[in-house]
Nanobody, 126 residues
Framework: QVQLVESGGGSVLPGGSLRLSCAASEYVVSRYCMAWFRQAPGKGRASIAIINADGETLYAPSVKGRVTISKDNTKNSLVLQIASLKPEDTAMYYC????????????????????WGQGTQVTVAS
């Protein structure tokens, strides 16, 4: 059973930063294709960062330069760091994983991921 548990969300002032974490079941972080998605109110889930088993990454154009995805295989942890937060970054942020590792960096749709966390809310407001 794969489990993903996000943490680190909260309310932040514009221009601030956050570090989101996703605690995963053993071997998921080291072997699976993983991603961070976000869902703003009234919108669908959109991928913002993907990382493959080798640590290669892909970022959505909307967040590129402000977001860093990383992982710690020894701690079974996936991390998303977001800087220069804007009100439009307000959303529920989800960690996702799929055991298939082929085309990992092309897996930008939420339907391509089998495992999801419960999400952590990020609110950016002054």
């Amino acid at each position: 059973q794969v489990q993903l548990v996000e943490s680190g969300g909260g309310s932040v002032l514009p221009g601030g930063s956050l570090r989101l974490s996703c605690a995963a079941s053993e071997y998921v972080v080291s072997r699976y294709c993983m991603a961070w998605f976000r869902q703003a109110p009234g919108k669908g889930r959109a991928s913002i960062a993907i990382i493959n088993a080798d640590g290669e990454t892909l970022y959505a154009p909307s967040v590129k330069g402000r977001v860093t995805i990383s992982k710690d295989n020894t701690k079974n942890s996936l991390v998303l760091q977001i800087a220069s937060l804007k009100p439009e970054d307000t959303a529920m942020y989800y960690c996702a994983a799929i055991s298939y590792t082929t085309r990992c960096l092309s897996r930008t749709g939420d339907s391509e991921y089998a495992y999801w966390g419960q999400g952590t809310q990020v609110t950016v407001a002054s």
